[in-house]
């Protein structure tokens, strides 16, 4: 007892003490209201203007002047894709995001494949993030500190994930100070750009005149179009998180539409403006490649160059800080929604539902476990390199954008009859789904034999995983189903039994000292009568009392309100007084015992004092569906609740019962 109350001290330290998901209050505390969602979700979106904007300037081959038509280009997508993303939002109030727009508006098997998409999406959004964020603070240091970066980055995967096993808030507070560093520093930056620049805008537009003129001449008119136009599709990170709002609806506070399309708009007008204005200083201070440095670096040297050098140093510095965290910021996004989409995606059953489960700090503790092995295991793969990065990033965000503005245009079409603005939203998806092709089919083309074969590969993977569970749950519903089948010869061989003892229609009297059948059941169903069956068979009448125990799993698929906990308490209390209905008819004395809570096992142990204190002499029994084959898969994909009992129970010197029920 001692070594466990340590360890639960260790765990209360550093993850925090278990919450209350009885308390009507937790959903308000634990939700983000627009501005820490700008901060938490937003972020992601706003800090790739830290390498978006750079992939495009980069790939302008030293027309650096047509810089001006990719930044104007690329402030228009942010606004249309933001637009865009605001209708999905009034039209998914609950959240979602591109799984549930494909899943509801075009296929089950298409939303799946938009969902392992946005998985691996959110995976290297938490890689791409924090190597970008070791790569601004690298940037600053001297050359012989570069080969620890990859430690740093390992070390910031770390740390994320276990401020994200904390809870929400615990995640994204502490941040908020140098969210506001980032924001007011390139705001600055910009500003002071700008400023300067424009006592010699003559000669600003002279030299631009002049380079534009030198590019249309050495690379013609079509030249100078492709070249704009695969600059814009390089820089495709620089739309990459606008869908994470979308995504992250549950977690907002009330009325969440209303703070979703605030924090929408917070984060679109600041990213559109970061990215223009970063590109805009790029091109005023000929910002050049430098290795080991970023261009933000470099631009930010540049600008401070007449500051004097402590100034400049102090400047740079704060600035380049405030880059990575913010960058580490943004990977809360991938710790936020990703666990999100997959319990989603676990409640439909195309992955393991372990990963729907909640922890006693109500976090899909799983979830971002699995996202956490990823990253780091991405990060390995590619040694930290941000330019490998971005090529596997974009491919999988513009797979899901592209699908969910497929999904939207689709729907209005269908709904144009119903829908008196259908044509404006029509048109507003439309051209969001027209720039999200281009762009996916482009990087997928110029990008595909440096990288980007291997993210369509490992979506691929997850993609046939996700079938293959899907298959395994579909067939084992079946079997499970054909118990059902079975209840009226099972509610037939019960009543045969009870009429061996004679008709006795007298009410069933309540004796604590009779011998008494404590049954675990999970719904009123084939499994819970045949467990109820073979126990009465088995003991040959000897049982007077009959309790029937369950407990309703709080997951993330009904942990959305309190509203939703007390129609889970509702459905168990009917569930359990069909059986206490049945037996009393058959002339045996019963009650029911239920609970809600997060950890099953736990909440059957709280629950057996309570029926051991009224009823003396009891037995506890618990059915185990035997599959036709025990697998490492089957292990994995379904519960054994009931040997976790049984083990805990064992140590209490109480009885427990395991009976086999063969499908």
């Known amino acids: 007892m001692a070594a466990n109350d340590g360890v639960k001290t260790i765990k209360n330290i550093f993850v925090g003490k278990p919450r209350d998901p009885h308390d009507k209050k937790i959903f308000h505390q634990l939700s983000l209201i627009a501005f820490l969602a700008w901060v938490g979700l937003g972020a992601d979106g706003l800090s790739s203007s830290c390498y978006g904007p750079e992939e495009a300037f980069l790939a302008l081959k030293g027309h650096i002047y047509l810089g001006i038509f990719v930044a ?64 601004a ?62 006592f010699k805008m003559e000669e600003v537009a002279a030299s631009t005149s002049t380079e534009l003129t030198r590019s249309f001449t050495t690379l013609g008119t079509f030249g100078v179009l492709f070249l704009i136009l695969r600059a814009y599709s390089m820089g495709a990170g620089t739309f990459t998180g606008i869908e994470a709002v979308s995504n992250g609806l549950p977690i907002l506070r009330e009325p969440k539409v209303k703070t979703a399309k605030k924090t929408m708009l917070y984060m679109a007008t600041s990213l559109a403006i970061t990215v223009l204005g970063l590109m805009l200083g ?8 430098q290795e080991g440095k970023t261009l933000n670096a470099v631009f930010f040297e540049s600008m401070t160059k007449g500051w004097g050098h402590e100034a400049s140093y102090i400047f740079v510095l704060v600035t380049l800080l405030s880059e990575a965290i913010l960058l580490f910021i943004a990977a809360q996004t991938g710790f936020l929604d990703g666990p999100r989409v997959l319990a989603s995606m676990a409640i439909d059953r ?34 930290g390199s941000v330019v490998f990065l971005i090529v596997l990033y974009s491919i999988n965000v513009f797979i899901t954008f592209s699908l969910s503005q497929l999904g939207m245009v689709k729907h209005w079409w269908e709904n144009r009859k119903n829908e008196k603005k259908w044509f404006r ?57 054909s118990l059902d089948l079975m209840m009226d010869s099972v509610e037939a061989s019960i009543y045969d039994v009870r009429n061996e ?60 309100g309190s509203v939703e906990i007390e129609n889970l308490e509702t459905h168990i209390k009917a569930e359990t007084n ?82 086999p029920i063969r499908i």
């Open 137 to 198: 603070i690298f940037s600053f240091l001297p050359p012989e500190f570069l080969p620890y970066k990859l430690y740093f980055a390992f070390a910031g995967v770390l740390i994320l994930s276990l401020l994200n096993i904390r809870g929400i808030k615990e995640a994204v507070v502490p941040l908020v100070p140098v969210f506001l560093l980032f924001v007011f520093t390139h705001i600055f930056a910009i500003g002071y750009t700008l400023i300067t620049h424009s």
């Open 578 to 659: 069909k059986y206490v209905s049945f037996m009393k008819n058959n002339g045996y004395y019963s009650e029911a015992v239920w609970r809600v809570g997060i950890d099953v096992v736990e909440e059957i142990d709280n629950i057996v004092p309570e029926i051991t204190s009224r009823f003396s002499n009891v037995v506890f029994f618990g059915g185990q569906i035997v599959f036709p084959e025990d697998t490492f898969i089957t292990r994995w994909l379904h519960n054994y609740i009931v040997f976790a009992v049984q083990r805990k129970f064992y140590r209490q010197g109480i009885p427990f019962v395991i009976l």
């Open 350 to 383: 195309w992955f393991p539902s372990r990963f729907a489960m909640l922890s006693d700090r109500l976090v899909t503790q799983n979830g971002i476990l699995l996202m956490s092995a990823a990253a780091l295991v991405m990060m390995l793969i590619s040694g």
């Open 425 to 481: 939203k029509f048109l507003m998806n439309g051209v969001g789904l027209c720039l999200t092709t281009f762009i996916l089919i482009s990087v997928s083309v110029i990008k595909f034999s440096e990288g980007g074969w291997i993210t369509l590969l490992i979506t691929g993977a997850l993609v046939f995983f996700a079938l293959y569970i899907r298959k395994h749950y579909n067939k084992t519903f079946k079997m499970v189903k």
């Open 72 to 135: 104007i280009g690329s402030a228009l997508t942010i606004f249309i894709i933001a637009a865009s993303y605001s209708q999905i939002i009034e039209l998914f109030p609950t959240g979602g995001g591109g799984y549930l727009v494909a899943s509801k508006l075009l296929s089950p098997t298409i939303g799946m494949i938009s969902g392992c998409a946005l998985l691996i999406d959110y995976v290297l959004t938490i890689t791409i993030s924090i190597a970008s964020g070791a790569d």
């Open 282 to 289: 790029y091109l005023l201070f000929n910002v050049q490649h």
């Open 501 to 560: 003892k004679g008709s006795n229609k007298a009410e069933p009297v309540y004796n604590p000292k009779g011998e008494t059948a404590a049954i675990l059941v999970n719904g009123f169903n084939g499994l819970g009568l045949h467990t109820l069956l073979s126990t009465i068979r088995l003991f040959k009448g000897s049982f007077k009392n009959y309790i029937f125990v369950q407990i309703g799993a709080i997951d993330a698929g009904n942990f959305k």
